[in-house]
């Protein structure tokens, strides 16, 4: 019995020494959860900075109301692949609202714009192209300008034709002719008699390229060196610089035939053009 009670007491001991140890195991699987949760925490620490601001760039953008760029393409079938790409910083940059015609209006005026004001707008719009076309007519034809200054009401608005041979520049040169300087005062004088509407100077060439010129070593430099030119006279008389612009087209638009010289010289010419708004 002594024996028996011995071995009891033995027994025991090593069940209790195997109860001590089982708190190694909750020790690893608390620092194995500690080492998760540092890595856990190092992850979210380190963020790109390039890319967070895209994506505070892109964000601002979804939420402002404007249309992203490619909705359009993606409206019509046989999109191309590039116009459902997400936007980038870039395209971001260039998003711009669209403005109604209607929208003109209401910016002239400061009032909501209904179909019939607008109606309404064309028409006068019209009516002043038309007594500019007339006024300039006559002032041509009474200086003998006649055959160098024309007029034309086009769908993109007044288009006043001018010939640059003997009258605004000497050939292969961007600078004006004195004798030039009482008609662009007139056609300044009329074009503010309306301060809306935007002007567009062009420059136009033949199709001859320039021969030995430092300057302007082809038709485009000329081109828009000439539309720059007129475009400095009608500020100097008093025209508002925010309604001017100048472009060079060199040969890419012409009105009559390169193969003679008469079409060459209507394809020298500038044209002053007093762009629609309605």
Do not use: C
């Not at 179909?115 to 041509?140: G, P």
């Amino acid at each position: 019995m002594a024996r028996s009670q011995r071995r009891s007491r033995h027994g025991g001991g090593h069940e209790e020494e195997g109860n001590n140890e089982r708190w190694l195991l909750t020790y690893a699987d608390m620092i194995t959860l500690l080492m998760a949760l540092f890595m856990v925490l190092f992850a979210i620490s380190s963020v790109n900075i390039s890319k967070f601001h895209t994506l505070q760039q892109a964000l601002r953008a979804a939420f402002s109301g404007n249309p992203l760029p490619g909705g359009k393409a993606i409206a019509h079938p046989g999109a191309s692949a590039n116009s459902s790409r997400a936007p980038t910083a870039i395209d971001i940059q260039a998003i711009v609202p669209v403005t109604a015609p209607a929208s003109n209006l209401e910016a002239v005026t400061g009032q909501h714009a209904t179909e019939a004001d607008v109606k309404a707008a064309s028409a006068r719009e019209e009516t002043e192209f038309q007594q500019i076309k007339h006024k300039l007519e006559a002032y041509a034809a009474s200086h003998g300008l006649s055959s160098e200054v024309r007029t034309a009401i086009e769908p993109r608005g007044l288009v006043i034709r001018v010939l640059t041979d003997s009258l605004l520049f000497p050939s292969g040169s961007a600078t004006l002719d004195p004798q030039a300087q009482p008609l662009l005062a007139e056609v300044a004088e009329l074009l503010n008699v309306d301060v809306i509407h935007p002007i567009t100077v062009e420059g136009n060439t033949d199709n001859r390229p320039i021969v030995g010129s430092s300057i302007f070593p082809s038709n485009w430099e000329l081109s828009t060196a000439r539309a720059s030119m007129v475009v400095r006279s009608l500020i100097s008389k008093g025209v508002n610089p925010e309604r001017l612009s100048a472009a060079g087209y060199a040969d890419l638009r012409p009105i009559a035939s390169n193969a003679t010289p008469a079409g060459r010289a209507l394809n020298r010419r500038v044209e002053i053009v007093l762009q629609r708004i309605y």
